[in-house]
């Protein structure tokens, strides 16, 4: 896949963000960089790691249902929405991501269930 900077605006702020992927045998690693557009060298990083189908790929990517625990339906889970980059920069936000500190949160997982989703299928298979 290509690195492809994308933007969103959130409020009166633009972000830019990069979404890269990685296989390992049968595991993806996926990041999330997400900066302020005017200042790429302060990042707010997620790095996902879950399973990956031969055939159809990563889930998180390519789109999978997973619960919302808060309101007991289940979403149509993609990273590459721009609603599920929005949760996730706002997350950053609130946990100290400014334009002065770098933040990186290495159990991407652990935050989707942070933010209300049930993740526990999506764990590496042994």
């Not at 159809?56 to 990273?79: A, H």
Request: one cysteine or more; proline letters at 3%; charged letters at 25%.
């Amino acid at each position: 896949m290509k690195k492809k900077t994308r933007e969103i605006t959130i409020g009166e702020t633009i972000y830019a963000y990069v979404i890269n992927e990685k296989y390992n045998q049968g595991m993806s690693e996926i990041s999330l960089v997400i900066s302020f557009k005017e200042r790429k060298n302060i990042t707010c990083s997620y790095l996902f790691c879950t399973w990956d189908d031969p055939i159809m790929g990563s889930p998180l990517l390519v789109g999978i249902p997973l619960k919302n625990l808060e309101t007991e339906t289940f979403e149509k889970f993609n990273l590459n929405y721009p609603k599920i980059v929005k949760k996730l920069v706002m997350f950053g936000l609130k946990n100290g991501w400014n334009e002065t500190t770098r933040l990186e949160f290495n159990d991407g997982l652990g935050i989707l269930s942070q933010l209300g989703y049930e993740v526990d299928h999506l764990m590496c298979r042994d």
